[in-house]
């Protein structure tokens, strides 16, 4: 990772993997064990990655998921 990113972490890691997460509509629950998050679905994990929410994948990604989640009011 720190060829490509120089100042790269083990938290950059976590951080990608819940914003990429977010944007493929992955199961929450899955995501937590997937990444390590012992206490499964917590505050803590959702923040990960929440500065990238404002990305046009992610964005769409949650959208289709209010989507779903809607569909019946729609």
Do not use: C, D, Q
Not at 41 to 66: H, K, R
């Amino acid at each position: 990772v720190r060829k490509v990113v120089p100042e790269a972490t083990a938290y950059s890691l976590r951080h990608s993997f819940r914003l990429n997460a977010t944007t493929h509509n992955a199961n929450a629950v899955n995501a937590a064990l997937l990444g390590g998050w012992t206490n499964g679905v917590n505050g803590v994990m959702l923040n990960y990655g929440s500065a990238g929410l404002t990305n046009t994948e992610a964005l769409a990604g949650l959208a289709e998921t209010a989507a779903v989640i809607n569909k019946h009011l729609l």
